[in-house]
């Protein structure tokens, strides 16, 4: 589905990350993980297209898009929700979940679909999304997402402000996501309850990729176990 080779990517010509590779394959799902600073949130924005490589290339589907549009990517079936999530917090829970099947008009089955994996949205539809509380925020933006029927759906710190409940609440939703078979990718400090989603694991330090594994391999590392597990 995703095959990364030799990315390297950066701001004002200082390159942050460093010669990424990693692939996803069609309906698994794969973490990176990494300290605060390493380098996901840049890997994952010139993944979508929303940062542009200095080297390196992207393919999706068995297509070349390194240089692609973030619009032609999400039409082509990508869908990524930042950290901050960017919602817009005037409009309700429908009118976000609308906007994101644009171009299209959305049909009840998606709709239904957002409604039955987190059901407190279904509650609150006409409520305006600068109101809720983290976790719902969260609820929304992945709903959001989903809106637009993606084959990739990847996600950068889903677990970002919220309280240690509502972030396994939110991997919850994504195992049965994982479950009804999307391919997601993750970046994650919280690498735990990264790792017990994920099939296979990349390790992100100092922009550059440092250990790769299936889950249970990096949850076994001793490096992993002691940087990242609390374990020494």
């Given at each position: ?11 004002a010509g200082?390159?942050?990350v ?13 973490a990176?993980?990494?300290s ?9 924005r ?5 940062l ?20 032609e ?6 869908a990524?929700?930042?950290a ?22 959305p ?15 279904k ?9 809720m ?7 929304l ?23 240690p ?12 996501l ?6 997601i ?14 099939d296979?694991?990349y390790?992100l ?19 992993v176990?002691?940087?990242y597990?609390?374990i020494?």
């Amino acid at each position: 589905m995703l095959d990364v080779r030799g990315l390297s990517v950066g701001y004002a010509g200082n390159d942050v990350v460093h010669g990424a590779s990693f692939e996803v394959r069609t309906g698994e799902a794969v973490a990176i993980i990494g300290s605060n600073g390493a380098g996901k949130t840049t890997l994952l924005r010139s993944v979508c297209g929303l940062l542009a490589p200095t080297e390196g290339a992207v393919t999706f589907d068995g297509g070349e898009v390194t240089g692609t549009t973030t619009a032609e990517l999400a039409r082509a079936g990508m869908a990524y929700v930042p950290a901050e999530r960017h919602l817009f917090p005037g409009m309700t829970v429908v009118e976000n979940l609308t906007l994101g099947a644009y171009p299209g008009r959305p049909e009840q089955q998606q709709l239904d679909f957002v409604y039955e994996l987190f059901p407190r949205l279904k509650e609150r539809t006409a409520q305006t999304a600068g109101t809720m509380s983290g976790g719902e925020q969260q609820m929304l933006a992945v709903g959001r997402a989903l809106m637009g029927q993606p084959r990739l759906l990847m996600l950068d710190e889903p677990t970002t402000g919220l309280a240690p409940k509502l972030a396994a609440d939110a991997y919850r939703a994504l195992k049965v996501l994982k479950e009804q078979g999307m391919t997601i990718l993750v970046a994650e400090q919280q690498v735990p309850l990264a790792l017990d989603l994920a099939d296979r694991g990349y390790v992100l330090e100092d922009g550059r990729m440092e250990l790769s594994g299936t889950s249970e391999e990096l949850a076994g590392n001793d490096e992993v176990r002691r940087a990242y597990l609390g374990i020494a």
